[in-house]
């Protein structure tokens, strides 16, 4: 299991399909309680730049037709 808290990388929307994969992991019951953790904080990441990207994308657009 990678430690996510000293993990360096470059995030890109598409890596954040690996939510899926933990989510996964977390209904299967394939984790054990020492893992849990660092899963719920690496999903936790992902959720935040998933956020964070929508909402830029949003104000992008929104721009572009304010002003057309």
Same mark, same amino acid.
């Given at each position: 299991?990678? =430690? /996510? #808290? /000293?993990?360096?990388?470059?995030?890109? /929307?598409?890596?954040? &399909? *690996?939510l899926q994969g933990i989510?996964?992991? $977390? !209904?299967?019951?394939?984790?054990? $309680?020492? !893992? #849990?953790?660092q899963h719920i904080k @690496?999903? +936790? *990441? #992902?959720?935040?730049?998933?956020? +964070?990207? #929508? @909402?830029n994308i949003e104000e992008? $657009? +929104? =721009?572009? &037709?304010?002003? +057309?």
């Amino acid at each position: 299991m990678q =430690n /996510y #808290l /000293y993990m360096e990388e470059k995030l890109s /929307y598409k890596s954040a &399909f *690996e939510l899926q994969g933990i989510l996964n992991k $977390i !209904e299967s019951g394939d984790i054990g $309680i020492d !893992e #849990l953790g660092q899963h719920i904080k @690496r999903a +936790n *990441e #992902l959720v935040q730049y998933c956020k +964070n990207s #929508l @909402r830029n994308i949003e104000e992008d $657009i +929104n =721009n572009t &037709f304010q002003e +057309n």
